[in-house]
C-alpha cells in the first residue's frame, strides 16, 4: 500500500505571495492532519480535516487555512507569506482520526 | 494542561552501546505513545506505539519502549545502536483535549549522534 504522499517536496516563494501545499493519504484513510516543524518551535499542529470537514484546529492565524475533498486528498494554503513561515510542513494521514498518524516526506518551504 | 517532555535535546553514543531516550508525559489518563523517528530531511517514520496491555512494546529497527504509569514515562531503548540509528527521536500522545477532540501532542525531540 502507498504512503503518504505530499507536493511539492520543495517550493521557493517571496514574501506577500500565497501557497498551496497537497497531500494525498494512505488509501482508505479518511482523516487528514497537518503540522509546521521548524527548529525553534519544533512539530505544531495546523488542522486535522475529516469527511471533507476541518474537526480540529490548532492556534495558528486565519491566512493558515485547508480543505479535504471527497477522495481525502487534502490541501493547505498559506496566503501573505511571511518569512516566519519557512518551514518542513507535514501532512499525516490516519483511518478515522482516534488512532496512529503515518507521516508524509513533507513540503519544505522557503519563503524570501 | 496536556505536554510530552524529552529532557535531553542531543544524545551521543558510540556504536554498539545501550541506547535510552526519555519521554515524560502530562495527562489525566492513559493516552495513546508514540515513538517517531525523523532522517534529515524526512517525514517521520513510526518505530513503535503503546495503547494497552502489555507495558512493554516492540518496535521496527530493534526498538522497544516500555510504559510505566507510576513515572508518566514512555523512554525508549535499544540494546546495541547501529551508525544508522543516528536521526531526530520524537515522542508523542494522543490524547483527548478539554475541549473534547483527539490531537497529537509532540515532544521537543532528542537528536542522537552514533560515534563509529
Same mark, same amino acid.
Request: charged share 15%; net charge positive.
Given at each position: 500500500?502507498?504512503?503518504?504522499?505530499?507536493?511539492?517536496?520543495?517550493?521557493?516563494?517571496?514574501?506577500?505571495?500565497?501557497?498551496?501545499?497537497?497531500?494525498?493519504?494512505? /488509501?482508505?484513510? $479518511?482523516?487528514?492532519?497537518?503540522?509546521?516543524?521548524?527548529?525553534?518551535?519544533?512539530?505544531?499542529?495546523?488542522?486535522?480535516?475529516?469527511?471533507?470537514?476541518? $474537526? @480540529?484546529?490548532? @492556534?495558528?492565524?486565519?491566512?493558515?487555512?485547508?480543505?479535504?475533498?471527497? @477522495?481525502?486528498?487534502?490541501?493547505?494554503?498559506?496566503?501573505?507569506?511571511?518569512?516566519?513561515? /519557512?518551514?518542513?510542513?507535514?501532512?499525516?494521514?490516519?483511518?478515522?482520526?482516534?488512532?496512529?498518524?503515518?507521516?508524509?516526506?513533507?513540503? $519544505?518551504?522557503?519563503?524570501? | 494542561?496536556?505536554?510530552?517532555?524529552?529532557?535531553?535535546?542531543?544524545?551521543?553514543?558510540?556504536?554498539?552501546?545501550?541506547?535510552?531516550?526519555?519521554?515524560?508525559?502530562?495527562?489525566?489518563?492513559?493516552?495513546?505513545?508514540?515513538?517517531?523517528?525523523?532522517?534529515?530531511?524526512?517525514?517521520?517514520?513510526?518505530?513503535?506505539?503503546?495503547?494497552?496491555?502489555?507495558?512493554?512494546?516492540?518496535?521496527?529497527?530493534?526498538?522497544?519502549?516500555?510504559?510505566? $504509569?507510576?513515572?508518566? /514515562?514512555?523512554?525508549?531503548?535499544?540494546?546495541?545502536?547501529?551508525?544508522?540509528?543516528?536521526?531526530?527521536?520524537?515522542?508523542?500522545?494522543?490524547?483527548?483535549?478539554?475541549?473534547?477532540?483527539?490531537?497529537?501532542?509532540?515532544?521537543?525531540?532528542?537528536?542522537?549522534?552514533?560515534?563509529?
Amino acid at each position: 500500500k502507498a504512503g503518504v504522499t505530499q507536493t511539492p517536496r520543495y517550493l521557493i516563494k517571496t514574501r506577500g505571495q500565497q501557497v498551496t501545499l497537497s497531500c494525498s493519504p494512505i /488509501s482508505g484513510h $479518511r482523516s487528514v492532519s497537518w503540522y509546521q516543524q521548524t527548529p525553534g518551535q519544533g512539530l505544531q499542529f495546523l488542522f486535522e480535516y475529516f469527511s471533507e470537514t476541518q $474537526r @480540529n484546529k490548532g @492556534n495558528f492565524p486565519g491566512r493558515f487555512s485547508g480543505r479535504q475533498f471527497s @477522495n481525502s486528498r487534502s490541501e493547505m494554503n498559506v496566503s501573505t507569506l511571511e518569512l516566519g513561515d /519557512s518551514a518542513l510542513y507535514l501532512c499525516a494521514s490516519s483511518l478515522v482520526g482516534q488512532e496512529t498518524q503515518y507521516f508524509g516526506p513533507g513540503t $519544505r518551504l522557503l519563503v524570501l | 494542561a496536556q505536554s510530552v517532555t524529552q529532557p535531553d535535546i542531543h544524545i551521543t553514543v558510540s556504536e554498539g552501546a545501550s541506547l535510552e531516550l526519555r519521554c515524560n508525559y502530562s495527562y489525566g489518563a492513559t493516552p495513546y505513545l508514540f515513538w517517531y523517528v525523523q532522517s534529515p530531511g524526512q517525514g517521520l517514520q513510526l518505530l513503535l506505539k503503546y495503547f494497552s496491555g502489555d507495558t512493554l512494546v516492540q518496535g521496527i529497527k530493534g526498538f522497544e519502549a516500555e510504559f510505566k $504509569r507510576s513515572q508518566s /514515562s514512555f523512554n525508549l531503548r535499544k540494546p546495541s545502536v547501529h551508525w544508522s540509528d543516528a536521526a531526530e527521536y520524537f515522542c508523542a500522545v494522543g490524547a483527548v483535549s478539554p475541549e473534547g477532540t483527539y490531537k497529537y501532542i509532540f515532544g521537543t525531540g532528542t537528536r542522537l549522534k552514533v560515534l563509529a
